[in-house]
């Protein structure tokens, strides 16, 4: 045999092998549905044990595929609309934080999922984590873990956590005075979204409301909403809190709260785990409780990430299938056990096994008891962007907090008129 | 045949910069936002009614000018010295001058992150040297006043590295006999550095001084990263509020009107500042007579 002919054999074989192996990979992809859902890395991570047993329980009929999005909410928010606007989105699903949801389904995005999930489903979640999965009637949005503002606070410095906003300046200013910490309460007065829930949790805890989106009833220049934003200042004016906190995001709140610099922080259940670490020079002095308020007033800013199926998606069933698995009873058990991200269910809160591996549990049961969503509107990022310029004015000393919310309260008006959505 | 050879750097041009552009001003008199369900109406001029009446607007380009103004000539001042050291013979000079380049190699973001720890109140150095120097806290992030200093300071840092590297190259197509004929005439650096170097480099710095201002009025990571805009929206800058208008409230026609507005804005100014550097430094062909009379 000449070498030209063994070569031309030999190149036939091959091609012959690939196209058998691809007519065949075309024929196995018919029969697999693949679903991608995208989720911010933290989130990705957490998820491979759960994307692999699922994969392992429906081999040869869908493969998950989960996309490890960018780090922080914001980039992956950019992510997402910059995808979402080119048309046909390249995932099935998106894992998406609470204050999208308005935005997204007036902007048309989403699939609406009242006919994949029951009643009984709905009730099964715990009362917080049923807020801010629908707007105008459809359910858009299924859980995956629950998030709310908390109070921490140093149980070696006092016996029991203050309850209303006096009490927690009283008992950091004589903590300052016996120099047990250098400051009494560090929280996010950063210009950004974290901002807004801190105040959220003021106005309401004095008895207010930021905005009632039914009415279009506008709180932030009444009485409470006034008295929050001027706490707040007081705060930093009287030197419980520090000068810097008006920049401070989560990070650098948690940094000082960490080093045992301050007696109280405000922070998201993620920062539990943080303080429980080697580095940590309050491991095993922290406790957590609702935010200070008026009696009765107690609120816990909602901040929860839940899983949807976008429009256009040709996997809905299957992507549905992944949603269940991911936010089943021993996926959420699993989520909490190894990465602290707080359930959703009722059962897995008050089960009482992690109960006794975690107590914890029981005061993120309680502060989801009394959350609250920000405004639901599609014009939201609008809203708490003129408030957090109101807010960053106020506690900078540029303006007086009856200046700063009576302007805030102006523009919020204007973008709702703007929007028709007032005259 | 020439001209065909242009082609695809045209067609580059016209698919990445006309096209966008064009695209943009159809935009502004559109209203497309989420309450239009994302489709673009006809809206006549009111993207730029509003725009003219936006006090927000206004606020962000004077922070805008103010930043792109101040940091980019601090930056040029620092760069020509950084080039004229770096030009001189001396030991080192060669690890000196791939040094001096790192701060423009990093990544933006990365060294914002960096700044925003070193500004840190109460953590980061610059609150402990201030406070070991009796001058106190300062707390630079959270005090508006203080807050753009520190957004300009941040970009200096940054990118004097690539002004410097531009002037540098000027300053080396500058023959040496130049400097030996004022020598012989007995003049002395002063009147080199006046009547040589500065002339001669005029086209190298015009090339830095556009290239830097056009990037300064766009500044967006720095300020994204550092400040995020805040405190009290005392850095935020034109691009941010673009940025926010797209992508935070999906407000595409006005986001389009304020891009188009820079647009129009940054080509004023690269004319004006063209034109103003012609009578800061005197034409080559001017001085040439003195130096060889």
Redesign the interface.
């Known amino acids: 045999m000449s070498r030209n002919a063994f070569l031309r054999r030999l190149l036939g074989s091959i091609f012959a092998v690939f196209i058998c192996s691809a007519l065949f990979g075309l024929a196995q992809a018919k029969t697999i549905e693949s679903v991608s859902i995208l989720m911010a890395a933290p989130f990705a991570d957490a998820t491979q044990d759960l994307v692999q047993q699922f994969n392992n329980e429906h081999h040869g009929e869908i493969k998950l595929n989960v996309i490890r999005g960018p780090l922080e909410t914001e980039a992956m928010s950019d992510l997402a609309i910059s995808s979402l606007l080119l048309g046909k989105a390249p995932f099935d699903a998106l894992l998406m934080d609470v204050t999208w949801l308005p935005k997204y389904a007036a902007a048309g995005w989403m699939e609406p999922l009242e006919n994949y999930f029951q009643q009984g489903d709905v009730e099964s979640l715990a009362k917080g984590a049923r807020e801010g999965n629908s707007y105008n009637g459809h359910l858009y949005r299924w859980p995956l873990t629950s998030d709310m503002g908390l109070l921490y606070y140093r149980t070696d410095l006092m016996d029991q956590p203050p309850e209303t906003p006096e009490e927690l300046v009283l008992v950091s200013q004589s903590l300052q005075q016996n120099q047990k910490v250098n400051w009494g309460y560090v929280w996010q007065g950063r210009q950004y979204e974290g901002l807004s829930c801190v105040y959220l949790e003021m106005i309401d805890g004095f008895g207010g409301d930021w905005l009632e989106t039914r009415s279009n009833q506008i709180g932030l220049n009444s009485t409470p909403g006034i008295e929050a934003a001027a706490w707040l200042q007081a705060l930093i004016d009287q030197g419980v809190s520090p000068k810097a906190v008006t920049n401070y995001a989560e990070p650098e709140a948690l940094q000082s709260f960490k080093v045992g610099d301050a007696a109280f922080m405000r922070n998201w259940p993620y920062a539990w785990a943080e303080l429980q670490k080697k580095d940590s020079a309050v491991k095993g002095n922290v406790g957590i409780t609702t935010m200070v308020a008026k009696p009765g007033h107690s609120t816990a800013t909602l901040g929860s990430w839940g899983l949807t199926v976008l429009r256009g998606s040709s996997h809905i069933d299957a992507s549905i299938e992944a949603i269940r698995f991911l936010t089943s009873d021993s996926a959420q058990k699993q989520l909490f056990q190894k990465y602290g991200y707080t359930p959703t269910k009722r059962s897995v809160i008050e089960d009482p096994e992690l109960l006794e591996e975690f107590p914890i549990l029981s005061e993120f049961g309680k502060a989801l008891e009394v959350v609250k969503p920000r405004p639901q509107t599609p014009l939201y990022a609008q809203v708490s962007d003129v408030l957090q310029r109101q807010l960053s004015s106020i506690l900078t000393g540029e303006k007086t907090a009856q200046i700063g919310m009576d302007v805030a309260a102006s523009n919020t008006d204007q973008i709702l008129i703007s929007a028709g959505d007032r005259q | 045949m020439i001209a065909l050879l242009l082609v695809p750097a045209l067609l580059l041009l016209v698919i990445v910069f006309v096209g966008p552009l064009f695209r943009y001003a159809w935009l502004s008199f559109h209203a497309d936002s989420?309450?239009t369900?994302?489709i673009a109406v006809p809206n006549g001029g009111a993207n730029w009614l509003r725009l003219v009446q936006d006090q927000r607007y206004w606020q962000d380009l004077f922070q805008t000018l103010r930043f792109a103004g101040v940091s980019v000539g601090l930056e040029l001042v620092l760069a020509l010295l950084i080039a004229l050291l770096l030009d001189q013979r001396w030991r080192g000079r060669d690890v000196v001058r791939t040094l001096a380049l790192i701060p423009w190699a990093l990544p933006t973001t990365v060294m914002a992150l960096g700044w925003r720890w070193i500004f840190?109140?109460?953590?980061g150095p610059i609150d402990h040297l201030t406070k070991s120097i009796g001058i106190g806290?300062l707390?630079i992030?959270?005090?508006?006043n203080l807050?753009w200093m520190a957004t300009v300071w941040a970009d200096v840092w940054k990118t004097t590295p690539f002004a410097a590297l531009i002037l540098l190259a000027g300053l080396q197509t500058i023959p040496g006999d130049l400097y030996e004929a004022v020598r012989l005439e007995g003049g002395n650096a002063m009147i080199c550095l006046q009547r040589i170097t500065l002339p001669l480099l005029r086209p190298y710095i015009l090339l830095a001084l556009l290239f830097r201002l056009a990037q300064a009025f766009g500044v967006f990571d720095l300020i994204q990263v550092l400040?995020?805009?805040?405190?009290?929206?005392s850095t935020e800058s034109i691009a941010l509020y673009a940025y926010?208008n797209a992508?935070?409230?999906?407000?595409f026609g006005y986001s389009a009107t304020i891009i188009m507005a820079s647009f129009i804005l940054i080509s004023f100014i690269c004319v004006l500042a063209w034109i103003a550097l012609q009578f800061i430094i005197p034409t080559h062909s001017k001085s040439q007579g003195v130096v060889e009379p």
Not at chain 2, 120 to 123: A, I, Q, S
Not at chain 2, 141 to 144: A, N, R, S, V, Y
Not at chain 2, 227 to 233: E, I, R, Y
């Open positions: 989420v309450i369900g994302l840190n109140t109460p953590y806290s707390n992030l959270g005090d508006p807050t400040t995020g805009g805040g405190p009290a929206s926010w992508l935070r409230f999906l407000d």
